[in-house]
């Protein structure tokens, strides 16, 4: 007979030595994460508009320096087309004035006087700023001498105006500015007289009133009695 084979045990685990720690919680540690939700949330809200607000701003300067770089071109583009078209002026004038060579002398002073025209003014130029596009126009004026006249005249009627306001500055400076009379307190002395003050001439008045009321009701009974 075989013999019956008895369980083995488990193999005993080593058991460890010392006491198990305690575990301690910080009380406001503890009661700054229950109370502050709110907080957080309202610093998240604030991290988020910087954010965005930092976002905006990058798109800005983006958006910026494309339409810096898109009127550049067009600038550049303009200036060329300019160039172009007064090349094209200056080889028409050439053309006219070796055909102008070959008439006559006479012809030539004539024609010379007509051919010479002033400087043309009448121009546009354009210039760019790192946010702005602006175009300046230049156009020839004619000097007439009655508009000379009448800017000597506005000139002079503006001096005037300028010297008629420097007096009246000068007469507003000099004249006495009228001295603000201090408010003051009274004392409990000047009060207590006043308040006697008051009480007299109301006593005077009602006296007086009386003295009327009794004369007037004098004078009816005495009529009263000679009418019986």
């Known amino acids: 007979m075989r013999k019956s084979q ?3 045990a488990p193999p005993s685990r ?3 030595s010392g006491t198990t720690e305690e575990l301690t919680f910080d009380a406001t540690a503890r009661r700054e994460y ?11 809200i604030k991290l988020a508009q910087e954010e965005a607000a930092r976002r905006e701003k990058e798109e800005r300067i983006v958006e910026r ?10 600038l550049e583009s303009h200036i060329a087309e300019l160039q172009s078209l007064s090349r094209k002026a200056a080889a028409q004038a050439n053309g006219d004035t070796d055909g102008d060579n070959d008439s006559d002398s006479s012809g030539d002073d004539t024609s010379d006087s007509e051919a010479e025209e002033p400087e043309e003014l009448n121009k546009q130029e354009e210039y760019i700023d790192e946010d702005k596009f602006t175009t ?3 156009e020839a004026m004619d000097m007439d001498p009655t508009e000379e006249v009448d800017s000597e005249t506005e000139r002079a009627n503006e001096k005037k105006r300028e ?4 007096e009246k500055e000068k007469a507003k400076k000099k004249k006495p500015k009228e001295k603000k009379k201090k408010f003051r307190y009274l004392t409990k002395t000047e009060r207590k007289a006043d308040r006697v003050k008051v009480r007299t001439r109301l006593a005077k008045r009602r006296e007086k009133f009386k003295v009327a009321d009794e004369a007037k009701g004098s004078g009816t009974k005495g009529k009263g009695k000679k009418k019986r």
């Open 6 to 8: 008895k369980p083995m």
């Open 14 to 16: 080593k058991r460890k």
């Open 34 to 44: 229950l109370t502050g939700f709110h907080k957080r949330k309202l610093q998240r």
């Open 65 to 74: 320096k494309k339409l810096r770089d898109s009127r550049k071109e067009e």
């Open 136 to 138: 300046v126009t230049i």
């Open 163 to 166: 010297d008629a306001e420097k």
